[in-house]
């Protein structure tokens, strides 16, 4: 069910099909989940950015219920430079050229892609994350058995698809219960959402964006920063407070982007869900144009 004043649709792009859910109206605003969730996250954020702003939130490439095929063995397909170009288009066929973007976790690696790739991008706001490169090199650290899917879900196919296939509940309870502040945090009926999400094609998908990190994204952020290039859109940084391990990642961020403001809210991982209120009181004002 769509949330008061949204509707529901469909845009296909390629070979993905995307679900989505528009409401709202104003300047364009795309919201990108993480994993391993839908755009079911936002149900506390998008209707109070809808007061301004047109709000488009769809599930990620393969998520949910966008459908697209299974990436290839290094994660083709997914790659967050493919899957930016694909919501770029999507964005254009809604009507919106140019557009802000907000990404949490997954969708916020597909956000600051798209900020490096396309001039499109007004503003952007990433919620608890650095780049990949980076998340790469300080995995290897104390915090890195929290960072377990990056390893697990990229290991060649089918091994991953049936380890989460065999017990999806397991495996979001788990997620939810120790990412957040509070076990509680996400609540019965929004679990239930994710887990009938949690099909063998989404599972597919989740495990082809982690391989395609592995073996892709970290090669073209690579790249970028030999380049020099460099995010030119204002972007503003979000972290949980109890995400400590990202205590710096305002500074992380300084060494891509010309314009950055940092926020902190409470929680922890899943700072949508955790701290709606809070969020929306750091993101409205920005992506108003208030500040920087």
């Known amino acids: 069910m769509p949330w008061d004043g949204f509707e529901d649709g469909r845009v296909t792009v390629g070979e993905a099909e995307y679900a989505v859910t528009v409401g709202g109206h104003g300047p364009p605003l795309l919201l990108l989940h993480g994993f391993p969730q839908t755009h079911a996250c936002w149900s506390g954020v998008a209707p109070a950015l809808a007061r301004k702003h047109t709000v488009v939130a769809p599930d990620l490439r393969g998520y949910g219920a966008s459908r697209a095929p299974a990436g290839g063995p290094r994660g083709e397909g997914y790659t967050k430079r493919e899957m930016a170009g694909e919501l770029v288009e999507l964005m254009a066929r809604l009507g919106h050229e140019r557009f802000a973007v907000v990404g949490h976790d997954r969708g916020a690696r597909v956000a ?49 698809e049936r380890l989460l296939g065999a017990d999806p509940a397991a495996l979001l309870d788990h997620v939810f219960d120790t990412w957040t502040s509070r076990p509680g945090a996400i609540d019965p ?9 949690a099909t063998p094609d989404t599972i597919a998908a989740m495990c082809g964006d982690y391989r395609a990190s592995f073996h892709l994204d970290r090669a073209h952020d690579a790249a970028d920063r030999e380049a020099g290039r460099r995010i030119t859109a204002p972007l503003l940084v979000v972290t949980g407070a109890d995400e ?7 500074d992380v961020w300084a060494a891509w982007a010309d314009d950055v403001t940092a926020a902190r809210v409470p929680g922890g991982h899943f700072v949508p869900e955790e701290a709606p209120e809070e969020l929306v009181a750091v993101l409205a004002p920005f992506f108003d144009g208030e500040g920087s």
């Not at 994350?129 to 090199?137: K, W």
């Not at 300080?138 to 990229?154: E, I, T, V």
């Open 189 to 197: 009926q929004q679990r239930a959402e994710y887990l009938a999400a």
């Open 244 to 250: 400590t391990q990202l205590a710096d990642a305002p």
């Open 112 to 160: 600051y892609r798209m900020g490096l790739d396309h001039p499109r991008v007004d503003r952007m706001a990433v919620l608890n994350v650095v780049p990949t490169f980076d998340q790469f090199a300080r995995m290897g650290g104390g915090p890195s058995l929290g960072y377990w899917p990056w390893f697990l879900l990229a290991q060649p196919a089918p091994f991953p």
